[in-house]
């Protein structure tokens, strides 16, 4: 398994100093890690310090509640594309999907749209939150929307997570690649994650995997 291939790395702390962050990108230029996602007034600043890597930098879109209203997300679509983004990552309520089905119909046009004229937006919702019966009703909808990319948000919790990457695998299908995020993750977990469904991985933090090390036999 090519740990470098499936590992999206999360620099998404509001609280973090203009001098950390640029400490914790120029660690990266050494890496062969495909990914980060950054926040949007972080954006360009990560364009600048890994100029000269092949990592994509991608930004978040409403994020983190989703609660913005298609207007709000088209307009941050566009502003974040024109930064430089590589790639998206769009939040969608729960809520939307669940009670507002015109609402999500008309989302649906609208992100097509947006990807067509600007470049990859997956789509990110929270599923914590969620009971079992809403899980399995949300899950079929990203199928029938055409929205291949799913980022869940699962916090600490493997076990959520790993129940949650068969859920959504099962009942979205082949068809949507699934990301699980995660704050940090061991070896044997990952892979546990990659047999139960999930096709990548988010974390927040290089320790505990030691990604350091594994990223740097690739």
């Known amino acids: 398994m090519n740990v470098s291939e499936i590992i999206s790395l999360r620099i998404i702390n509001p609280a973090i100093t203009d001098w950390d962050f640029k400490d914790q990108l120029l ?21 600048q310090l890994l100029a000269k890597t092949a990592i994509k930098i991608g930004t978040v879109i409403d994020y983190p509640l989703g609660n913005g209203t298609i207007a709000k997300k088209a307009f941050e679509v566009g502003k974040a594309f024109q930064s430089g983004a590589d790639f998206l990552e769009i939040t969608v309520s729960p ?11 008309e989302l649906q046009k609208t992100l097509h749209s947006l990807a067509m004229a600007w470049g990859e937006i997956r789509v990110r919702m929270d599923s914590r939150d969620l009971k079992e019966l809403q899980k399995i009703e949300i899950a079929p909808l990203f199928k029938e929307l055409g929205w291949n990319q799913l980022v869940l948000d699962e916090g600490d919790s493997f076990d959520n997570a ?57």
Request: net charge negative.
């Open 27 to 47: 660690s990266l230029q050494e890496l062969p890690l495909k990914e980060i996602v950054v926040l949007p007034n972080h954006l360009e600043r990560a364009k």
């Open 95 to 105: 809520t939307m999907l669940i009670q507002q089905r015109d609402q999500v119909q």
């Open 162 to 218: 790993k129940h949650d990457a068969t859920l959504f695998n099962y009942d979205a299908g082949k068809s949507v690649k699934l990301q699980i995020n995660l704050t940090h993750v061991s070896h044997e977990q990952l892979q546990e994650l990659m047999l139960s469904g999930a096709d990548s991985l988010g974390i927040l933090t290089l320790s505990g995997l030691d990604l350091t090390t594994e990223l740097k036999t690739f």
